[in-house]
């Protein structure tokens, strides 16, 4: 028999990750599908840790037999699968760990999907490449995805490398998880804040009328605004304003302790410097509200862009500029009657500003020509609480990145620096024209024959002179002197994966993956790239 407010048999399996992004982002999870192109071992890995944490289903496409290389990178396969469809037997032994989870798989290679039913790529949430495709079919992939706004990752692991590179036009993320949301309006306080100011510490000074004990449990909030209000009296009404002020306005703070224990005066000591800002909108969520697509709604905006124009709309209007209430409340030494009433007043706030916002997005619903109730409340409260720490990215796509030059001045800056992971960069984008050669019709990786390593080498760092005389980069032997020693590296393992680093890379491009489905936590933008050698990891914007 379940117990009554006991958790679910679900909330005890992802406990865990429940406690990270919340119901509503493991429910965006479950619903998510996830399109794996190529059954490699950095690939599976990835898959792993999206189908343990219930992703509701991948799907994916390999045309390739398993092989004797396959059993020594892919832990997933055993020696009962030699032969047998790698896409297959990978998407059978994933479900396995998790029943929750649906698995789907094509015996089929990528380009034969582009060619004959491009539409069905609209199906997918996250797209994701591994193993050694073409430049070309990567760039098709690509001008499919990228107009219709679905996330393409594209990870290549060879040796002791990886890249892996997301391209997505828009990814608008309001849950981004500051260490706080905390605004205590101390600067501008409202009304009803004052009015319990007024009644909680107007006697703070009087000890006929407060005893040492309630004297010593007052929250330090309601002891900063009552001697701010002394303060005020005596500075022409202005608020300490710089350094030397709020020292200042410290002393008068401890000037007020009737004893040196008292633990709530040093905590409304300990805020002055943190709370005594004046308030403004920050840089991420202005460019947000200034954005063309937040003042110029259409009927195809975005739930995100209707609540930012509201909130906007909402600062703007009667509220001085500033953003609704988050209405959260630190701990502090008080009485607990005292704290709830205190926490109260905040939350009151905090629902008459979430009413207001919910007002105006029900009126751009109207306006719009859609239902008023459309968006759901809930969606409009985690955005109002988070309003101040929003963030918009608009990423490039990758024929911006092949095609033209909006990296050539970030790759210049870097390639001076011989310790600079894009080294690593530059010897991967060679290692896939290699591959993308349309000589080497079987996709042969460099330096798979130990005859070959020197000549194939020779071959990638003429890639990279190409590219970078492409991207108008002036450089010399002894700029790429790393470069070679990069591509060095990645030809010696002939297109190898090691498992351990395979696994890191699971790792790293799953959590990514999690934050674009989610839309909680800032995700890369856009390339990540790592040296196991070094154990060093760089993220560039290219």
């Given at each position: ?31 998510a ?37 396959d ?77 219709l ?149 259409t009927?195809s ?88 720490y929003i ?34 960069y ?7 024209a ?65 498992h351990?680093i ?7 491009v ?33």
């Open positions: 028999m379940s117990v009554p407010g006991a958790p679910t048999a679900k909330e005890k399996k992802y406990d865990r990750q429940l406690r990270l992004w919340g119901a509503g982002g493991q429910q965006a999870l479950e619903t599908h996830i399109l794996l192109i190529n059954a490699t071992a950095a690939g599976t890995e990835t898959l792993k840790n999206l189908v343990l944490p219930g992703v509701g289903q991948f799907t994916i496409v390999d045309h390739a037999v398993v092989t004797d290389e059993l020594g990178t892919n832990f997933f396969l055993d020696d009962s699968c030699i032969g047998l469809s790698r896409a297959q037997k990978t998407c059978e032994l994933l479900c396995e760990l998790n029943p929750d989870v649906k698995g789907n798989f094509i015996n089929d290679n990528i380009e034969n999907i582009i060619k004959s039913t491009p539409e069905k790529l609209k199906e997918y949430t996250i797209v994701l490449a591994t193993g050694d495709i073409t430049t070309s079919t990567l760039l098709d992939l690509d001008k499919i995805l990228y107009p706004d679905i996330p393409f990752f594209h990870l290549r692991c060879v040796g002791f490398s990886f890249t892996c590179r997301v391209a997505v036009s828009e990814h608008a993320i309001v849950e981004t998880h500051p260490a706080s949301t905390i605004d205590l309006r101390l600067l501008n306080p409202f009304p009803e804040l004052l009015a319990l100011a007024e009644e909680k510490a107007s006697t703070m000074d009087d000890k006929d009328k407060m005893s040492t004990h309630d004297h010593g449990h007052i929250p330090y909030v309601l002891i900063l605004l009552r001697v701010l209000e002394d303060w005020k009296s005596s500075h022409d009404g202005k608020v300490p304003s710089n350094y030397s002020e709020k020292n200042e306005f410290k002393s008068l703070l401890r000037s007020k302790m009737w004893n040196a224990d008292e633990e709530n005066f040093e905590e409304a000591i300990a805020a002055v410097l943190p709370y005594f800002n004046p308030p403004s909108i920050p840089s991420a969520t202005k460019a947000v509200f200034e954005d063309e697509k937040c003042k110029s709604l009927s905006s975005t739930n995100f862009w209707i609540i930012a124009r509201a909130v906007k709309d909402f600062a703007e209007g009667k509220n001085g500029g500033l953003l609704p209430l988050p209405g959260a409340l630190p701990d502090m030494k008080a009485e607990s009657k005292d704290y709830i009433q205190l926490q109260n007043v905040y939350k009151s706030k905090a629902r008459a500003d979430l009413a207001e916002v919910v007002t105006i997005v029900k009126s751009l619903l109207k306006e719009l020509g859609k239902k008023e109730d459309a968006i759901r409340e809930e969606e409009v409260e985690t955005f109002c609480k988070h309003a101040g963030k918009l990215i608009r990423g490039r796509s990758l024929k911006d990145e092949y095609e033209s030059s909006p990296n050539a001045k970030k790759i210049s800056n870097e390639i001076s620096d011989p310790a600079s992971l894009v080294h690593y530059l010897g991967l984008r060679a290692y896939e290699f591959i993308s050669d349309k000589s080497n019709s079987k996709r042969v990786a460099p330096g798979v024959e130990d005859s070959t390593v020197e000549s194939d080498s020779e071959k990638l760092n003429k890639h990279v002179v190409e590219l970078l005389d492409k991207l108008s980069i002036t450089h010399s032997s002894d700029l790429l002197e790393a470069t070679s020693k990069a591509i060095g590296e990645i030809v010696r393992v002939g297109g190898g994966e090691l351990n395979s696994s890191l890379a699971g790792g790293i799953s959590q990514e993956i999690i934050k674009v489905i989610t839309k909680q936590y800032i995700t890369m933008n856009n390339t990540i790239v790592f040296d196991g050698i070094t154990s060093r990891t760089e993220v560039f914007e290219l």
